[in-house]
Structure formats: structure tokens, C-alpha cells
């Protein structure tokens, strides 16, 4: 006897469709709107110095009988006590500190990365070694290893890069680190080694796409640090060297005569603080995006 029967689309529930850590993360930072506007404004700083200085002015052109006037719509920033344009230096330093930020990054990451996660996952003898290693690099001061880099290899753009990209690396190895030792005790990366998947492939294909998260968020909180140790580097004069200009360089510049032409310290001082700011904001959201403790809102 023929019964009338519905569809099975009809009787089954309705599959919820499914979304991944980084779809959720995602979702999360969206609803962050400080982090997003940071997001923005860093997005805008980056192009406006970046292509800022091919339609400003010569940063380098000393005029002096321009000398330390004041922001007008001819100079939007005024002039320095040479007579150069200070919003051209301005864009110019940013194109510098936003370049050192990345570059020392970089290299933090991928010397710090490689360390922490052989360490972590070979563990042992070698986890020891390497650890000590890291400690005793970190007994170094910070200002006496740069000056010793300047001295034997003299003053040079790259080497700032390096300078403070190698010092950085030790809390990316150990952060690192740490994340693999919890992750190597996990029962599929014990599956994978029980059934002869290469150590290089589980390193590849398990282990670091798993500590993603926290690389990317001490990524993102590493470039304001090694911003801010740049304009440092500069303000003592171990950094960029004149005529080009950092935001350390001109802050420096603009220290020495702030009573009597203070813009010559503000506009500096306000982009790299508003820089700084925004990149602590997305860190910051970053983190709570990325950590699954609050997957479940």
C-alpha cells in the first residue's frame, strides 16, 4: 500500500554549516572595532608614507631662509632648522621606521621560529643546549650588543635591521617553543610518528600550522617594540643616519629645540605614538580573536 512519504531534504534537520578557527577568529576580530579602526589607520599610515614622499618635497632640500617657520599651507608641518620640509621628513621617516619594523620582524620571526620549534620538538639534549643558548644571549644588554655590532661592522642601514631583529628572536624562540612541547605530546602528531610520516613532514604539515596563532599575535605586538627601539637606537645616535630621517631621528632633532619650535617634536612624536598605539589596539585584538578559550561567545 503506498504511503505518501516527504522528501528526505524535508525530514532531515537542517546541517549546520561548519566554520574554522580562522573563520571564527575572523568573525571575532570583525566585531572588535577598535581593533579594526587601528586596522584602518595603520592601513592609511602605510600608503600615505609609503607614497607620500614621491609628491611632497625633497626631505633632503635645506633652504635656510626657511628656517624653522612655522606649519602654513605652503608646509604643512612647518620647516626644521635647515629650511627641510618637515611633513616630506615626516613621511619619509615613516617610510624608514615602518621598514625597520617589518624587516627586523621578519627576521625575528623566521631565525626565531626555525629555533624555537627544532627545540621544542626535538626536546632532549637539544632542547637544553638550545635553551642555554637563548639564555645566555639574553644576559647580553641590548645596548652593548648593538654598539658592538656598529663598531665592528661600522654604521649601516641593514645592520639596524639585524641588530634588532637578532635580539627579538629569543621571545619568538621561546614562545615557540613552548607551543610545540604541548603540541608534540598530542596523540595525532604520536599517530602520525607511530605510522612513518617523516619528522620533516609533521613539523610541516602538523606542528606549525598549529602554532600560527601564537605567532601571529606576537608578530603583531613585536613590530611597536621594535619600532619603538629603532626611534630609541636613533635618539642615541646608533641609528639612521642624516640626511635620511627616521621618527627617532627627527623626535631626536625636534628634542634639542622644543621650547622654542615645538612642532618640530609633535608631528613626529604624534605619528609614531599613534602608530604605536594602533599596533598594541590589533595585537590585542588579534589575541583575543585567536584564542580559543573564547570560541564560544
Not at 25 to 49: G, M, Q, Y
Not at 279 to 286: A, C, E, V, Y
Request: glycine share 8%; hydrophobic share 55%; aromatic share 12%.
Amino acid at each position: 500500500m503506498p504511503t505518501d512519504t516527504a522528501p528526505a531534504t524535508l525530514l532531515a534537520p537542517e546541517a549546520e554549516e561548519g566554520h574554522s578557527l580562522w573563520q571564527d577568529a575572523w568573525a571575532r576580530l570583525r566585531k572588535n572595532r577598535l581593533a579594526v579602526f587601528s586596522a584602518v589607520v595603520l592601513t592609511v599610515l602605510a600608503v600615505v608614507c609609503g607614497l607620500g614622499p614621491f609628491f611632497a618635497q625633497d626631505y633632503a632640500a635645506q633652504d635656510l631662509a626657511r628656517y624653522a617657520t612655522k606649519p602654513s599651507l605652503q608646509h604643512w608641518f612647518g620647516t626644521d632648522t635647515l629650511g627641510r620640509d618637515l611633513f616630506a621628513r615626516v613621511l619619509t621617516g615613516g617610510q624608514v621606521s615602518f621598514s625597520v619594523g617589518l624587516c627586523a620582524t621578519v627576521v625575528a620571526l623566521l631565525v626565531g621560529v626555525t629555533f624555537g620549534t627544532v627545540s621544542g620538538f626535538y626536546g632532549g639534549r637539544v632542547d637544553m643546549v638550545m635553551m642555554r643558548f637563548v639564555d645566555i644571549l639574553y644576559s647580553i644588554p641590548f645596548p652593548i650588543f648593538v654598539i658592538l655590532l656598529m663598531v665592528l661592522f661600522q654604521r649601516s642601514f641593514l645592520l639596524i635591521f639585524a641588530a634588532i631583529g637578532l635580539v627579538h628572536w629569543l621571545t619568538m624562540a621561546r614562545i615557540v617553543r613552548s607551543a610545540v612541547l604541548s603540541i608534540r605530546k598530542m596523540e595525532f602528531i604520536e599517530a602520525a610518528e607511530a605510522t612513518g610520516v617523516p619528522r620533516r613532514r609533521i613539523i610541516f604539515r602538523h606542528v606549525l600550522p598549529n602554532v600560527l596563532g601564537p605567532v601571529i599575535i606576537y608578530t603583531t605586538l613585536t613590530i611597536p617594540a621594535v619600532m619603538l627601539l629603532e626611534a630609541f637606537l636613533s635618539y642615541l645616535g646608533l641609528g639612521v643616519q642624516p640626511p635620511l630621517a627616521s621618527w627617532g631621528v627627527l623626535i631626536s632633532e625636534g628634542a634639542r629645540s622644543m621650547e622654542e619650535f615645538p612642532w618640530l617634536l609633535l608631528f613626529p612624536a604624534g605619528a609614531l605614538s599613534l602608530t604605536l598605539f594602533c599596533l598594541n589596539f590589533l595585537g590585542d585584538g588579534l589575541r583575543d580573536a585567536l584564542d580559543p578559550k573564547t570560541s564560544k561567545d
